[in-house]
């Protein structure tokens, strides 16, 4: 057994999350917002409590750890996406810089909490660079892929790279297309979960073919999205252990195949919290420590 932060697919020890109501607030706070920020529409504060006590006892009662991010005066209802303010690595801490205008302060908020709570930092995006947490996942404890979108820049991951190179971790960049445009929240993580040491839910109509391949070439097992649940976040899926499965109910066919692949999916209603903002089940949690089976 071994305790680690670089890893997707562990079994989930301990996560962070920003409670619905120290994110979303009100729903005047909401109706200030959602706008701006380009959402879908309009959410719901009540169904959204609703839907995030939902969300949240499905990752207590899985046995993991949850710790919560404190209401913070000067950030907006994106936090509750917390995923994307820092990256939490074996040597620390690294504080991300937001490519979203309307995020920029989140990571002020968060470095405070880290270091108010004994977190050693190993770095800080800087000077420009900007990573967003979406566009960072582990394929194994020795490499992290960064995704270059209109939220990562080329500054942001040299500085990345610089940070874990010399700690022996391997960053391995991803081109993804313009899509949707800089309004868009289109991440690596949009296109990529995964799940176990071996396999990967993906949607490859959007995927580098180089970064494609390596995928395979490492050996996962794709599982693929079917084009109708991509802008229903099936492919943004939060693995609690190697195959064990949480993501956004509405994604019948994702499911299906995972179920084909030999896992287990739990489903959660996410049209307020997630299918609205654009954030899933990963996007919603910032992990701390996973337990790899060695």
Known sequence: MKHTAHSEYGTLDKVLIKDFDNAYISQDFINGQ???????????????????????NLLTTSGTEVESFPLASDVGMDSIYCRDSSIITDFGVIICAMGKAGR????????????????ELLGEISDGGTIEGGDVAWLDDKTLAVGRTYRTNDKGISQLKALLGS?????????????????????????????????AVV?????????RELLINRGFNLVEVPDEEFESMGCNVLALAPRNCLMVDGNPLTKARLQEAGAKVTAYKGEEISVKGGGGPTCLTRPLLRVLDV
């Open 203 to 211: 949607y490859s109509p959007l995927m580098p073919i180089r970064f």
């Open 104 to 119: 920029v302060t989140e990571t002020r908020a968060v470095k405070e909490y880290y270091l108010s709570n004994g977190f």
């Open 34 to 56: 959602w706008e701006e920020l380009n959402y879908l529409s309009q959410p719901n504060f009540e169904e959204g409590q609703s839907e995030y006590k939902t969300f949240k």
């Open 167 to 199: 700690k022996g971790v391997e960053v391995i960049v991803a081109d993804l297309p313009h899509y949707k445009g800089k309004s868009d929240v289109f991440h690596l993580m949009s296109i990529l979960s995964p799940v176990d040491k071996d396999l």
